[in-house]
């Protein structure tokens, strides 16, 4: 079974950094892609990043592009969030995905292309 899990959250004024972690287990990590999600309650779960399984592509939605950057060390079988320059319209549950093979398609950041369950997440807040 494939599980993730997610640190690294917290608390963070605006124009702070942070950066996530996620943890997997249960499959071959470096045969897969990896995404990261977040999700606002009331608000559909958006992605906001995607890496390839070698890690030499990646994939931003608009909102984040430029802001933050995704990596990966399969080594360790973790993939990192590196978060700069946060928004209070950053603030949000962020969660950890599998891709469902090695690639970012354009359709990454549907729930069809998530291999696994979903992670608890880890809570981040940009507040003054």
């Known amino acids: 079974q494939v599980q993730v899990v997610e640190s690294g959250g917290g608390m963070v004024q605006p124009g702070g950094s942070l950066r996530l972690s996620c943890t997997a287990s249960?499959?071959?990590?470096?045969?897969?892609?990896m995404s990261w999600f977040r999700e606002v309650p009331g608000k559909k779960r958006e992605g906001v990043a995607c890496?390839?399984?070698?890690?030499?592509?990646?994939e931003y939605s608009d909102s984040v592009k430029g802001r933050f950057t995704i990596s990966r060390d399969n080594v360790a079988k973790t993939t990192y969030l590196q978060m700069f320059t946060l928004q209070t319209d950053d603030t949000a549950m962020y969660y950890c995905?599998?891709?469902?093979?090695?690639?970012?398609?354009?359709?990454?950041?549907?729930?069809?292309?998530?291999?696994?369950?979903w992670g608890p997440g880890t809570q981040v807040t940009v507040s003054a």
């Open positions: 995905a599998v891709q469902k093979d090695g690639y970012c398609p354009p359709s990454w950041r549907t729930m069809e292309r998530v291999l696994n369950d």
């Open positions: 249960g499959l071959d990590f470096g045969g897969y892609a």
């Open positions: 890496i390839t399984y070698t890690g030499r592509r990646q």
